[in-house]
């Protein structure tokens, strides 16, 4: 069944704060195999790790309709209003965009903004998932 058009527009209540810790942001490089020594600003690609916590958040709504195990994550996108950098609390809060059906596919579009404990917009996520339920 494809996942309701009234979802456009919904925004979803901000993830739990995250912190962002030197140790995580070096495991994350050493995962993504990115260079990165302590001090340096995190890799440009780190948000997705709060960020997911919001698509997570969107999966297991159960109103929503969308299983995991049949997402394909198509696009990320960042948009920087400055680094992240270890000292950093932040939260996301995931809007959805954007909902077409192509072909029996839902074609999600996602927008998350990541804030600091300031309420300071750092990064903006986005992202399209394709959706396929039933499959």
Same mark, same amino acid.
């Given at each position: 069944m494809?996942?309701?058009? #009234?979802l456009v527009g919904r925004t979803f209540p901000p993830t739990e704060p995250y912190d962002v810790t030197a140790h995580a942001?070096? @495991?994350?490089?050493?995962?993504t195999g990115t260079p990165w020594t302590d001090g340096d600003p995190a890799p440009a690609t780190f948000p997705i790790v709060v960020a997911f916590a919001a698509m997570q958040a969107l999966m297991d709504d159960?109103?929503? #309709?969308?299983?995991l195990h049949h997402v394909v994550h198509g696009e990320q996108r960042f948009?920087?209003?400055r680094p992240v950098? @270890?000292?950093d609390r932040l939260t996301a809060e995931l809007t959805v965009e954007t909902l077409r059906q192509?072909?029996?596919a839902d074609i999600i579009g996602t927008s998350s903004a990541l804030t600091d404990a300031d309420g300071?917009?750092?990064c903006t996520a986005r992202a399209t998932l394709v959706h396929k339920a039933g499959a």
């Open positions: 494809p996942v309701d058009a #009234g942001v070096r @495991a994350f490089a050493e995962a159960p109103t929503v #309709g969308i299983e948009v920087h209003e950098v @270890a000292g192509v072909g029996g300071a917009l750092v």
